[in-house]
Nanobody, 113 residues
């Protein structure tokens, strides 16, 4: 399975971005869940949002970010509103299948104050 993330960029605080991640390749057993993680410089990678049997968000993005999936397109989106400088990070998508977890290559999000 290959994951291709896109949609990152440089925005000002308060603005919005929409990230997309498309899964392709042999997806044996199907994708059970997809999600978004982020890693800021000097910090550990953290789970931002997960869409599986239920949708979960980290406390830091609740009410501002929305994850959605288009299962027909094997695509997961992350709508990010009211962005803050502390949201600056490389954002990674992942896909969980019965076999293993797959990672995308990451897309940079930079929020200026």
């Amino acid at each position: 399975v290959q994951l291709q993330a896109s949609g990152g960029g440089l925005v000002q605080a308060g603005e919005s971005l929409r990230l997309s991640c498309v899964a392709s390749g042999s997806i044996f057993g199907g994708i059970a869940a997809m999600g978004w993680h982020r890693q800021a410089p000097g910090k550990q990678r953290e789970l931002v949002a997960r869409s599986g049997t239920r949708i979960t968000y980290s406390d830091s993005v609740k009410g501002r970010f929305t994850i959605s999936r288009d299962n027909a397109k094997n695509t997961v989106y992350l709508q990010m509103n009211s962005l803050k400088p502390e949201d600056t990070a490389v954002y990674y998508c992942d896909a969980i299948t019965p076999v293993r977890q797959f990672w995308g290559q990451g897309t940079q999000v930079t929020v200026s104050s």
